[in-house]
């Protein structure tokens, strides 16, 4: 009903006709260039997004267009840490995928940010949570209420930058 008034009126007036006609530009522009929420990004961009190291951040880096954005990473040095990670561990992460010996921010990229971080002697624990029912299964998040579902915990052990061990806890 709405589109055909506009339609009506913009063939009395071009003007209204062109303004009509760049609105929908500029909304199509503007939607190709950044993200409204993660959830848009493509898988390997929204990690790097969940591993941003403020609210403030991550934000910006949702306003930023595609072109942007490594630009960005590498000013808070998230693309250094990338890069500096074998092509093996690149692959896996890609695919969600973790082993002992890979670096630990491996870790953060393949799964996110840990729910729980516990130091111990030379050792630091991180625990992830990821949703195995509901509307986010296979999804890490940041605390189990986030499911809507069921999860499971995985704890790795981490000692000189490198995953020792990886545990399944239930």
């Known amino acids: 009903m709405i589109a055909a008034m506009l ?42 997004y969940y591993n941003l190291p403020s609210p403030e951040d991550q934000q ?45 921010f491996a870790a953060f990229m393949a799964w996110g940010p840990p729910a729980d971080t516990q130091p111990s002697g030379d050792t630091t624990y991180h625990t992830f949570i990821r949703c195995t029912s509901g509307p986010k299964a296979g999804r890490y998040v940041s605390s189990n209420l986030s ?3 069921t999860s499971s915990e995985i704890e790795i052990a981490v000692s000189e930058d490198l995953v020792t061990e990886i545990k399944y806890l239930n």
Request: aromatic share 8%; net charge positive; hydrophobic share 40%.
């Open 7 to 48: 339609c009506a009126r913009t063939r009395r007036s071009p003007f209204l006709a062109g303004l009509l006609r760049l609105s929908i530009a500029v909304s199509m522009v503007a939607a190709v260039g950044c993200a409204s929420s993660p959830e848009r990004l493509p898988p390997l961009t929204r990690q790097f």
């Open 60 to 104: 910006a880096f949702l306003k930023l267009k595609e072109s942007q954005r490594q630009g960005f990473l590498e000013e808070r040095g998230l693309w250094a840490r990338w890069t500096a990670l074998p092509a093996a561990e690149r692959q896996a992460v890609e695919n969600g995928e973790l082993e002992p010996g890979f670096h630990e």
């Open 147 to 149: 499911c809507d579902g």
